[in-house]
């Protein structure tokens, strides 16, 4: 299973970024082969409106089947459970930490969006 963080690094070592839909990357880590790619989402973070969702369909096409930011807003909340992803808020300061906190079990599914949009 490959999950998806939200950050502004290239590495394990990199924080997470409490902000899903303006995170400058996403490390998507693949569970099964221990291995991992760094997704740019650039584009998004100066976007006047839609950074959520355009961000959402990134980490759905990446083949994803979970998301662990800091924060997740309704549109991409929303976006992210029809691709079938779910969302795992954390305050882990590291992807690193993130990932053992997910490994673990110690990490909730969101039962919906913890901020608003454009927040």
């Known amino acids: 299973m490959k999950i998806a963080f939200s950050t ?4 394990l070592d990199a924080p997470i ?3 899903f839909g303006r995170a400058p990357k996403f490390l998507i880590y693949d569970l099964e082969s221990g291995n991992f790619t760094v997704i740019d989402n650039q584009q998004n973070l ?3 409106q839609g ?5 959402a369909e990134t980490v759905a096409r990446s083949g994803a089947k979970a998301l662990v930011s800091g924060h997740c ?3 991409a909340f929303r976006v992210l459970k029809a ?3 779910k969302i795992y808020n954390s305050d882990a300061a590291t992807v690193a930490e993130a ?6 079990g110690e ?3 969101a039962g919906g969006a913890d901020v608003q949009g454009h927040w």
């Open 8 to 11: 502004s690094g290239h590495d």
């Open 17 to 19: 970024d409490v902000r």
């Open 46 to 48: 100066n976007a006047s």
């Open 51 to 55: 950074a959520g969702i355009q961000s």
């Open 73 to 75: 807003g309704p549109n």
């Open 83 to 85: 691709a079938g992803v």
């Open 99 to 104: 990932l053992e906190k997910f490994k673990a």
């Open 107 to 109: 990490l909730k599914e």
